[in-house]
């Protein structure tokens, strides 16, 4: 059972009573959580967790502490605050310590529903089931992973402030391969409501895929134009709000950092129709209705119309810099400042390039310019006089983001689509669109399928 | 000037000594389920008994329970400055069940005799609704039944060490890696896990282990801000199945010191031209790529595509056992959960088998799997390896990967040798950036310090290194192979996989080792 808001209120108000610290911040979360996976279209693990931890930070003349447990009998959680002011007595005084927030507004944010939190085990097995039954009858070899998540949690500080947060989601990969091992086919997507998450769609995406990339040809590794589907933008560039940070731009060590001690804010530095922002209140995809250390999320806009206008300060390093406190991002949404292009169209105006939906095992390699490497996996085809012609063999890339989103360097943008890392498991989401781009580095063949 | 934490903690009038972690709360140091049931009234072997009876009621042809404790510690720091000093620790249990066939699995951090009833129940339900569609039936390898306990070999449990020492020793590395002009920041890292785990089955089996593992990091960073450049030189020394020891018998300041003056070094280091290369490879870098392209393609259930949708398959098909010529044939690598010092070493996995040691490449040739009890039915086989592991109570247990190591040649073979056979090469330290396939032919890996080889001998600092392979053309292109003497274990405390993703420490031994012409690109260009 999750906990309701009284009930996270009340475990808050006991920690802080235990509390003989200067300043703190108590937490409590409750998740209830169900898997299901399949492979070799049969059913093979399934199961589900239940748990409640709480989290305890405390500061005694500024030096910190933190502890936490998730054995909530009295004396246990006595004993938890007991060492985390323990720790603190014999820590050094933290330097970046910031008072703990006062009482704060929020502005509610809807992104929980019940049917998600308690998704029925035997609808679910048979969501499943149609999913193998869809594979079986394409003759492909289906595999996936479906999970469910409810989330509540409270936090409170000494000063005063309180947060109650529901939240949930729901997710379903599949991938089908043809029984011959050749060609494979993938796709995912989540929601936080499970009445919104249409598994069918899942299930024929990831088959026609599969049956569509059978025999692929070889094609030279290079430079080529590519279509990137959502799924693919949200492999490759789904954390990019998050990489916004003044603190180690300002330090010298990130793409956003401009020599002599300076960044780039203020430049153009991605093609003038992207916009990055984050906005908690988007109904497709609500974010937290509290950004770092319980800030009241705003919408913070990081890149307007190619320009960085923003990056983030944490409470310390605003301190640090004069500046003000930077509530966010929270969730990562990109978007064209003009109407946006289907990948269809995408397809018909391509002269010679490559459509591709997914990457895999990407890794940053030079934190300077962002680039990073990976593969093409699941599904690439090339393209010839506005024509899918055939599918092609994977793929490694190394390719710079900077470069990648460059003034110059995109062609076309499609609608923004709400999709998740698949290296992330579908775990969180973003709001990415397709994207056209005439430059992308692909330097070597991979065999894998 | 820096003050050491000592000073600081002289100057505000604490005595350090009396501020270590004395007496913790009974509820965190508990061992052995004896101890657990006077700590806090819980009769782990009572509540199995209740598990396994609830689930064997209902009908289920395998269960077992998993009653386990965690705790863990991590202390940050960066420059001068503590970041974070945290403990943490949980405790809950999972019942796994076997219902026609087919898995079920609950869990709960609520440890009582109603709540174990409950969660065997739901358990047992999530397998029988799965079970109605089920298509291929799973079933288990038998294995003996064993009742026993088992700890892991540490000499100095690091949960027993003051806070304070460990501040002090993570300050003094940033310390000696600031000491170089030039080096701009350091983050240090000191984490330690303690897992205490129960078992029980349906086979009759009782094991309890304790299990200890060590993790120092840090990262030096310097930054040339006229030009904007920074290059950063992590640790080379990886994390390791031992106790409060390893901290102390590892040269780590040394080691810091070196790393700020490669640091520095690496921002008016040559570029690498790209071509193709000898490579020496140090341990400290070629674990990681054992780990990738050895490791991974011989887990059984990626060969099976049970992990299709995730981690991918293998290009280790099942016709390739005894025929593939995987590497060279002075190579030989053993599946371990024995080898001393490993991450992955227990007593006994999470389905009760022993632990073993086997190879899974012999004189070069692709011999055998990594297998659990199902996967070695769907096989075949008529044993499991024990490579069953779940990474939390909550976490279903399935197939993870042991210690996989390559064995040192047999003379006494030193890195100079092999260099010394090398006209056109670069000998890389360290791990850095790495990425390889959802089949495993096609890998790049960076590292942490490059040096050129020429002619023989070891020449100047190169920057901006990676190579790029297909596994079985790199491991046979290896014609040297080090001595015992130059073998040093590497390893992960967060190997990931599966889905929900779980986490597994794992480790992988090796001698220097050379390699042949392998294709090395540029990183900075594009």
Known sequence: MLLTEKEGRAICEKLLSYVKADDAVVGVSSENYGHLRFASNAFTTSGARENVSVGITVWIDKKRGAASTNEMDDESLKATVALAEQLARISPVDREYMPTLSKQTYKPVNGYAEATSNISVTSRAKIINDVITACEKANVIGAGFHQARGSAGASATKNGNFIYEQSSLVSLATTARTPDGTSSGYFLRNHFDVAKLDTARIANEAIRKALDARNPRVLDPGVYPVILEPQAVADLLGFLAFSFDARSAEEGRSPFSAPGGKTKVGEKIFDERINIYSDPWHPELPGSQSAQVGLPAEKIVLVRNGVLENLFYSRFWAKQKGKEPTPGPVNSIIESSQPPVSVDDMIKSMDRGLLLGRFWYIRGVDPRSALQTGLTRDGIWYIENGKIQYPVKNFRFNQSLTQLLAPGNVDMIGKPERVGSSEGQGGSASLLPALKVKEFNFTSQSEAV | ?526
């Not at chain 2, 000592?6 to 061992?31: N, Q």
């Not at chain 2, 991590?74 to 019942?95: H, K, L, M, P, W």
């Not at chain 2, 003497?485 to 190997?495: P, Q």
Request: a neutral charge.
């Open chain 2, 1 to 526: 000037m820096t003050t050491s934490r000592r000073d600081f903690l002289k100057s505000a009038g604490v005595a350090a000594g009396a501020l270590s972690i004395a007496s913790l709360p009974s509820w965190i140091d508990s061992v052995t389920a004896a101890e657990e049931a006077a700590a806090n009234g819980i009769d782990k072997n009572a509540l199995a008994d209740i598990a396994l009876k609830t689930a064997r009621k209902l009908g289920v042809t395998y269960a077992d329970i998993r009653i386990n404790r965690y705790r863990n510690e991590s202390i940050a720091t960066r420059e001068q400055q503590v970041q974070n000093v945290s403990r943490g620790q949980n405790f809950g249990f999972g019942v796994r069940v076997l219902y026609k066939g087919t898995w079920g699995f609950a869990s709960s951090r609520s440890v009582t005799p109603d709540d174990v009833r409950r969660i065997t129940q739901q358990a047992v339900e999530i397998a029988r609704a799965n079970s109605i569609y089920q298509r291929k039936r799973i079933s288990l390898v038998p294995v003996e039944k064993v009742v026993t306990s088992w700890k892991s070999a540490f000499e100095k449990d690091p949960f027993e060490v003051s806070i304070d020492d460990k501040i002090q020793f993570l300050l003094s590395l940033n310390e000696a890696a600031m000491k170089t002009k030039g080096v701009s920041f350091v983050n240090s890292f000191m984490g330690f896990v303690n897992e205490q785990k129960f078992y029980a089955s349906t086979d009759g089996s009782r094991i309890e282990q304790y299990i200890i593992r060590a993790n120092p990091s840090f990262t030096v960073t310097a930054v040339n801000r006229a030009n904007g450049d920074f290059q950063s030189r992590s640790a080379l020394g990886g994390p390791q199945g031992m106790g409060y020891e390893y901290i102390e018998k590892h040269d780590w300041k040394h080691e810091a010191e070196q790393a700020g003056e490669e640091a520095a070094m690496k921002l008016s280091a040559k570029a690498v031209d790209p071509g193709k290369y000898d490579l020496v490879l140090h341990p400290s870098h070629l674990w990681l790529t054992i780990h990738e392209s050895v490791g991974h393609p011989t887990e059984l259930d990626r060969s099976l595509w049970m992990e299709a949708n995730y981690a991918g398959t293998s290009f280790l098909t099942p016709d390739k056992i005894g025929k593939l010529q995987f590497a060279s044939k002075i190579m030989n690598f053993v599946a371990d959960r024995t080898q001393p010092a490993g991450l992955a070493t227990v007593g006994y996995d999470d389905e009760g088998v022993r632990a073993q040691r086997w190879h899974l490449i012999k004189d070069g040739t692709f011999v055998d799997w990594q297998t659990t009890r199902d996967l070695a039915a769907m096989t075949g086989k008529k044993t499991s390896y024990g490579c069953n592991h779940g990474d939390s109570w909550g976490s279903i247990s399935f197939p993870r990967m042991p210690n996989v190591s390559l064995q040192p040649g047999p003379g006494n073979t030193s890195m100079d040798d092999l260099i010394a056979g090398v006209e056109k090469g670069i000998l890389i330290y360290g791990d850095g950036s790495y990425s390889i396939d959802q089949q495993r032919y096609n890998f790049q890996f960076g590292g942490q310090v490059f040096w050129e080889i020429k002619n023989g001998k070891r020449g100047e600092m190169l920057r901006d290194v990676a190579y790029q392979s297909r596994t079985t053309d790199f491991w046979n292109s290896c014609d040297g192979l080090g001595g015992q003497s130059t073998y040093e274990l590497g390893g992960s405390f967060n190997d990931g996989k599966g889905e929900p993703g779980q986490s597994n420490a794992v480790s992988h031994g090796c001698p220097v080792a050379r390699f042949r012409q392998v294709n090395v690109l540029n990183t900075a260009r594009k």
